[in-house]
C-alpha cells in the first residue's frame, strides 16, 4: 500500500481566513475521486482511479484525513459502501467487485457470477451481509439492477413486468428494510423482491418533461430528495440541475431548479431540517466551476457555501459529500481533491431558486445588527399579508418560531433575549416568496 501525508500546519497556515470548507488534499495530478464513506468523524474511505498507474484506488484514513493509505484495484472505483467498521463494498468497472471483512485493511476481489460486462457499476448498496444490489449503467440515463443474497458471489438481474430489464438513474437507497427507491424510475415495497417502475405513478408533472436523476437520498420512506443533471447533447445554460423534495414517498415532487446549475452529483440528508449537496455550474467562473449546497428547512431553501480554491487546479468538480456527524463533514471532486469542513459548511449566502422566488431585499429591513434584546422587521410592498418567521441557528436547527403574523403596515417586535450569544437566521415565508435574514446576537 501506499501513503501520503498531509501536513495540518501547512493547511492552517494556507486555508483562506474565511473558508468553510477547507482543502484537505489538494489536487492530485493522477487521481480521480468517484465516491467517499466515513464510519465516523476519523476514519473514512474515498474511492476513484489512477491514470498513471491504470488501477482503482480506495484510500483509508484514520485521522481525519491526515494521512492516507492507498490500495490498488483492477479497475476504476465508482461506488463504496459499509454496512459496519468491518464489512464494506466497492462497485468497480465491468465484471467484479471488492469486499473487506476488517474494516478496509485488505480488500477482497470477487468476480460477478455471471459476468455483469456493462461499462460502469456505479451504484452499490448492501443491506446486510448477504442481500445487496449494483446498478450498472447501459446508457447515459439507462441502467441495469442486480441483486445478490449471498453476499456477492452470484449475481441475478432484477426483472421489472411488462418493461423489461432497464430502469432509469440514480443511486440506490433503502430508508427502511422493506422500501428502497433508485432516483424517480423504481421503487420497492417489500424489501427489493420486487420492483416496479415507479415514474409512472409520480403524479408531479416534470420539468421540461423529463428529469435524469444523479443521486438519490431518503431520510425514511416518505422523506427523500434526488439530484438531477443535464441531458447528454443538451447547452451547459438550461439549468438542469435541480433538487426534487418529496414528502409522499416520491408521488409529488417540489423541483427546486437553482440558477447556472448544470448538475446535484450527491446529497446528504443530516436531519429532517439540514441538507447538504454539492454540484457543478453551467457557466463555471475563471477559478470556480463547482458548489457547496446547505439547506436548514428540509430543502425548501438552499444556500451556497464558500470552499477553498484549489490555486493548482481551481476546477475541482465535485462528486460526492457525507457528513459522519453533525458538525463534521467530507467532500471528494473527480480532480483529485479532498475537502473537509468542522463547521457544519460554515456561513450560508444567498441563492435564487428560479422556482422558489425570495421576497424583494430592499423591501425588507432588520434591525439593529447585531442585536440584544429585540430585532425589528420592517417590510414594504409585500403582497402577502399573513407570513411566518422562524429562527435557525448557524448549526440549521430551530431555535424559535415565531408562528404567523397579518402585517399591518407596522415593524414586528421580534423577542430575541432568549437566545444565546451567536450568528443566526431568521427565515420570512409569505404567500409564494421567502426572505432570509443574518443577524449576530450578542
Same mark, same amino acid.
Given at each position: 500500500?501506499?501513503?501520503?501525508?498531509?501536513?495540518?500546519?501547512?493547511?492552517?497556515?494556507?486555508?483562506?481566513?474565511?473558508?468553510?470548507?477547507?482543502?484537505?488534499?489538494?489536487?492530485?495530478?493522477?487521481?480521480?475521486?468517484?465516491?467517499?464513506? @466515513?464510519?465516523? $468523524?476519523?476514519? %473514512? &474511505?474515498?474511492?476513484?482511479? #489512477?491514470?498513471? *498507474?491504470?488501477? /482503482?484506488? +480506495?484510500?483509508?484514513?484514520?485521522?481525519?484525513?491526515?494521512?492516507?493509505?492507498?490500495?490498488?484495484?483492477?479497475?476504476?472505483?465508482?461506488?463504496?459502501?459499509?454496512?459496519?467498521?468491518?464489512?464494506?463494498?466497492?462497485?468497480?468497472?465491468?465484471?467484479?467487485?471488492?469486499?473487506?471483512?476488517?474494516?478496509?485493511?485488505?480488500?477482497?476481489?470477487?468476480?460477478?457470477?455471471?459476468?455483469?460486462?456493462?461499462?460502469?457499476?456505479?451504484?452499490?448498496?448492501?443491506?446486510?451481509?448477504?442481500?445487496?444490489?449494483?446498478?450498472?449503467?447501459?446508457?447515459?440515463?439507462?441502467?441495469?439492477?442486480?441483486?445478490?443474497?449471498?453476499?456477492?458471489?452470484?449475481?441475478?438481474?432484477?426483472?421489472?413486468?411488462?418493461?423489461?430489464?432497464?430502469?432509469?438513474?440514480?443511486?440506490?437507497? @433503502?430508508?427502511? $428494510?422493506?422500501? %428502497? &427507491?433508485?432516483?424517480?424510475? #423504481?421503487?420497492? *415495497?417489500?424489501? /427489493?423482491? +420486487?420492483?416496479?417502475?415507479?415514474?409512472?405513478?409520480?403524479?408531479?408533472?416534470?420539468?421540461?418533461?423529463?428529469?435524469?436523476?444523479?443521486?438519490?437520498?431518503?431520510?425514511?420512506?416518505?422523506?427523500?430528495?434526488?439530484?438531477?443533471?443535464?441531458?447528454?447533447?443538451?447547452?451547459?445554460?438550461?439549468?438542469?440541475?435541480?433538487?426534487?423534495?418529496?414528502?409522499?414517498?416520491?408521488?409529488?415532487?417540489?423541483?427546486?431548479?437553482?440558477?447556472?446549475?448544470?448538475?446535484?452529483?450527491?446529497?446528504?440528508?443530516?436531519?429532517?431540517?439540514?441538507?447538504?449537496?454539492?454540484?457543478?455550474?453551467?457557466?463555471?467562473?475563471?477559478?470556480?466551476?463547482?458548489?457547496?449546497?446547505?439547506?436548514?428547512?428540509?430543502?425548501?431553501?438552499?444556500?451556497?457555501?464558500?470552499?477553498?480554491?484549489?490555486?493548482?487546479?481551481?476546477?475541482?468538480?465535485?462528486?460526492?459529500?457525507?457528513?459522519?456527524?453533525?458538525?463534521?463533514?467530507?467532500?471528494?471532486?473527480?480532480?483529485?481533491?479532498?475537502?473537509?469542513?468542522?463547521?457544519?459548511?460554515?456561513?450560508?449566502?444567498?441563492?435564487?431558486?428560479?422556482?422558489?422566488?425570495?421576497?424583494?431585499?430592499?423591501?425588507?429591513?432588520?434591525?439593529?445588527?447585531?442585536?440584544?434584546?429585540?430585532?425589528?422587521?420592517?417590510?414594504?410592498?409585500?403582497?402577502?399579508?399573513?407570513?411566518?418567521?422562524?429562527?435557525?441557528?448557524?448549526?440549521?436547527?430551530?431555535?424559535?418560531?415565531?408562528?404567523?403574523?397579518?402585517?399591518?403596515?407596522?415593524?414586528?417586535?421580534?423577542?430575541?433575549?432568549?437566545?444565546?450569544?451567536?450568528?443566526?437566521?431568521?427565515?420570512?415565508?409569505?404567500?409564494?416568496?421567502?426572505?432570509?435574514?443574518?443577524?449576530?446576537?450578542?
Amino acid at each position: 500500500m501506499k501513503k501520503f501525508l498531509i501536513i495540518g500546519a501547512f493547511l492552517l497556515a494556507t486555508s483562506p481566513l474565511f473558508s468553510q470548507w477547507s482543502l484537505l488534499a489538494p489536487h492530485q495530478i493522477d487521481y480521480h475521486y468517484n465516491d467517499l464513506v @466515513f464510519l465516523n $468523524n476519523d476514519t %473514512g &474511505f474515498v474511492v476513484g482511479d #489512477s491514470a498513471s *498507474f491504470a488501477k /482503482g484506488i +480506495i484510500l483509508k484514513t484514520m485521522n481525519g484525513g491526515q494521512t492516507w493509505d492507498t490500495t490498488f484495484c483492477n479497475g476504476p472505483i465508482y461506488s463504496i459502501q459499509f454496512i459496519s467498521n468491518d464489512i464494506g463494498f466497492a462497485a468497480c468497472f465491468n465484471s467484479y467487485f471488492y469486499k473487506t471483512y476488517d474494516g478496509g485493511i485488505n480488500w477482497i476481489e470477487i468476480s460477478f457470477n455471471p459476468p455483469i460486462i456493462y461499462q460502469f457499476n456505479n451504484s452499490i448498496y448492501f443491506k446486510n451481509a448477504l442481500e445487496g444490489y449494483l446498478s450498472s449503467s447501459i446508457s447515459f440515463n439507462s441502467q441495469l439492477l442486480f441483486k445478490t443474497t449471498n453476499g456477492g458471489l452470484d449475481w441475478q438481474k432484477v426483472f421489472y413486468p411488462g418493461t423489461g430489464y432497464q430502469v432509469g438513474g440514480g443511486s440506490i437507497c @433503502f430508508p427502511t $428494510n422493506n422500501i %428502497g &427507491f433508485i432516483g424517480l424510475a #423504481s421503487k420497492t *415495497f417489500d424489501g /427489493g423482491s +420486487i420492483w416496479t417502475q415507479w415514474l409512472d405513478s409520480i403524479i408531479t408533472p416534470l420539468p421540461f418533461g423529463y428529469v435524469n436523476v444523479r443521486c438519490t437520498y431518503f431520510l425514511d420512506e416518505n422523506f427523500g430528495m434526488i439530484g438531477t443533471h443535464y441531458m447528454a447533447g443538451s447547452p451547459y445554460n438550461n439549468n438542469r440541475g435541480m433538487i426534487g423534495i418529496t414528502h409522499d414517498g416520491g408521488h409529488n415532487y417540489i423541483f427546486r431548479q437553482l440558477n447556472g446549475l448544470v448538475r446535484i452529483s450527491d446529497i446528504v440528508m443530516v436531519d429532517e431540517n439540514r441538507a447538504y449537496a454539492v454540484g457543478q455550474l453551467s457557466v463555471p467562473n475563471p477559478n470556480d466551476n463547482s458548489v457547496f449546497l446547505a439547506s436548514l428547512d428540509g430543502g425548501d431553501t438552499w444556500y451556497y457555501q464558500e470552499y477553498e480554491h484549489d490555486t493548482v487546479f481551481p476546477y475541482p468538480t465535485m462528486q460526492a459529500v457525507c457528513f459522519p456527524s453533525d458538525k463534521i463533514g467530507y467532500a471528494v471532486s473527480y480532480y483529485g481533491q479532498i475537502y473537509k469542513t468542522t463547521n457544519s459548511g460554515g456561513e450560508l449566502m444567498p441563492i435564487l431558486s428560479s422556482t422558489n422566488p425570495s421576497l424583494p431585499e430592499n423591501d425588507q429591513l432588520l434591525y439593529p445588527n447585531p442585536a440584544s434584546d429585540y430585532i425589528y422587521l420592517q417590510c414594504k410592498n409585500l403582497k402577502a399579508r399573513e407570513f411566518s418567521l422562524v429562527i435557525y441557528n448557524a448549526e440549521g436547527r430551530i431555535v424559535q418560531n415565531t408562528g404567523k403574523y397579518v402585517y399591518n403596515n407596522s415593524c414586528l417586535e421580534i423577542n430575541v433575549s432568549q437566545l444565546p450569544n451567536g450568528i443566526y437566521f431568521l427565515k420570512v415565508t409569505g404567500g409564494e416568496g421567502k426572505q432570509v435574514h443574518k443577524f449576530i446576537k450578542n
